[in-house]
């Protein structure tokens, strides 16, 4: 694979990353077929492995510290993540510098390495000032226990504000963002993608097959597969009497001829079609299973040409989510109605 450079890091990455949400306990729990994945991923050519302290309780970064053993480690750019609760204690989650401080840590002990190249803020956390994240994160690449830093589904507001506060205080600035971006779910195109082309930022796009509907497993009229996991986890996000499902159902029909006039998957349209986009350095693949993994490594090798990207604008247009539940973080002034109405008792001051 041809490398990229992650922002102005210097850091050469391969187009695709693996990402290792789906080791252990919340899809393949089998340790040494995901190592085997792991190391056919390194040999077909990416260099690039992405997990998080909570992908299956903190297992799948053991998994990954068994397939980088044996002299592995030190070829690998490798990045976690941080934020989402890893325990009953209320403390353990979150973007504060006692959890920043616990959690890196927790995850080099279950890496097993000294070093973490790219450490993640998982999502915002609105009640916590970036400046501390920042300062927390910034002693981490002092002290030599991250390389760099950066931040995942933040919207375009918050990867600016950060940008600015990391100048204005002297931090370390997130040198990535890692956002959702598939063919169905455009949203990002709007500002956050600008937004990082305009800082200079690497883009590490997840969920590019879009949860597994850009793979062509599901199909309008067609039951649901019996060994479909998300399905199962998750059903109402594949409930075709949701018009968001019905909608995908519909795109996955259109774009299908698309693919094969392009001479390409379903699966290396889509993953083509992110890694077109100028802002973008990588995109994660997330195998259960060998198979999986053997689908995707030929994506690189697909190049779409205008008349075919006009088609899937056609399709899908520019900056629109299909399901507006794939953006992955709702933002709290949205989720939270108090946070939208002012209190009864002063609704009439002035």
């Not at 077929?33 to 992908?55: K, P, S, W």
């Not at 996000?237 to 018009?243: H, L, N, T």
């Not at 001479?263 to 990588?282: E, I």
Request: aromatic share 6%.
């Amino acid at each position: 694979m041809h490398l990229r450079t992650l922002g102005h890091t210097g850091i050469r990455v391969s187009p695709l990353c693996l990402g290792a949400m789906m080791f252990g306990s919340w899809g393949n729990p089998d340790h040494d077929e995901c190592v085997r994945i792991v190391h056919a991923a390194l040999d077909g050519g990416v260099n690039f492995v992405d997990t998080a302290d909570v992908y299956s309780a903190g297992e799948s970064e053991e998994i990954v510290a068994k397939a980088l053993a044996g002299g592995r480690r030190d070829s690998v750019v490798l990045a976690t993540k941080f934020h989402a609760p890893m325990g009953a204690d209320p403390n353990m989650a979150g973007n504060s510098r006692r959890w920043i401080m616990r959690a890196v840590e927790d995850s080099l002990r279950r890496l097993r390495t000294d070093w973490i190249d790219l450490y993640q803020v998982h999502r915002p956390d609105p009640a916590c000032d970036v400046d501390d994240t920042l300062g927390a994160l910034s002693d981490l690449v002092h002290q030599g226990k991250v390389r760099v830093i950066g931040s995942s589904t933040f919207p375009a507001d918050l990867v600016v504000e950060a940008q600015w506060t990391a100048q204005r205080r002297g931090r370390e600035r997130f040198e990535c963002e890692q956002p959702p971006y598939s063919i169905l779910a455009r949203g990002v195109e709007r500002a956050v993608l600008p937004a990082c082309a305009r800082h200079d930022m690497g883009v590490i796009v997840w969920s590019p097959l879009n949860g597994g509907w850009l793979t062509g497993r599901y199909r309008k009229g067609e039951p649901v597969p019996e060994d479909a996991g998300r399905p199962r986890r998750i059903p109402e996000r594949f409930d075709p009497k949701r018009p968001e499902v019905a909608a995908k159902l519909d795109a996955v029909e259109a774009l299908l001829p698309v693919a094969a006039a392009a001479g390409a998957s379903l699966t290396h349209l889509a993953l083509a079609f992110v890694l077109t986009h100028p802002a973008v350095t990588s995109a994660i693949i997330g195998p259960r299973t060998m198979e999986q993994l053997q689908g995707v490594l030929g994506a690189t090798e697909v190049a779409l040409d205008e008349e075919v990207l006009d088609r899937i604008d056609a399709v899908v247009a520019p900056g629109r989510d299909v399901d507006p539940s794939d953006t992955g973080w709702t933002p709290p002034w949205l989720a939270d109605a108090w946070r939208r109405r002012r209190p009864a008792d002063t609704r009439g001051a002035g």
